[in-house]
């Protein structure tokens, strides 16, 4: 069983930053590809970006590629999304990801069908 929990949403001004934090149970934590999703009221799951097992590789959406920068700190069990320039349809629920078969697999996946667990999920909201 893994654990995901969020941290660091809130509300901010177009334009603004906020860094994303998720913190992972379990001891295998560097075998597992992570990714960030969202969810916006009325609309459909939109993958925001992940990152690989070791770090190497991370993955985008072309909404947030070069505002946003996903990070992770093995020794410390969690990643980051640390979103910069953010704009009003940025506001959404943000989800962190575990796909625990990710260094099996050797995959960063970008469809939520590809991850395992789940966090509670974190409130941003971008005023304009």
């Known amino acids: 069983q893994v654990q995901l929990v969020e941290s660091g949403g809130g509300l901010v001004q177009a334009g603004g930053s906020l860094r994303l934090s998720c913190a992972a149970s379990?001891?295998?934590?560097?075998?597992?590809?992570m990714g960030w999703f969202r969810q916006a009221p009325g609309k459909e799951w939109e993958f925001v970006a992940a990152?690989?097992?070791?770090?190497?590789?991370?993955r985008y959406a072309d909404s947030v590629k070069g505002r946003f920068t996903i990070s992770r700190d093995n020794a410390k069990n969690t990643v980051y999304l640390q979103m910069n320039s953010l704009k009003p349809e940025d506001t959404a629920v943000y989800y962190c990801?575990?796909?625990?078969?990710?260094?099996?697999?050797?995959?960063?996946?970008?469809?939520?069908?590809?991850?395992?667990?789940w966090g509670q999920g974190t409130q941003v909201t971008v005023s304009s």
């Open positions: 990152i690989s097992w070791s770090g190497a590789y991370t």
């Open positions: 990801a575990a796909d625990t078969y990710g260094r099996i697999r050797q995959r960063v996946g970008v469809g939520p069908s590809e991850y395992d667990y």
């Open positions: 379990g001891r295998t934590f560097s075998n597992y590809a």
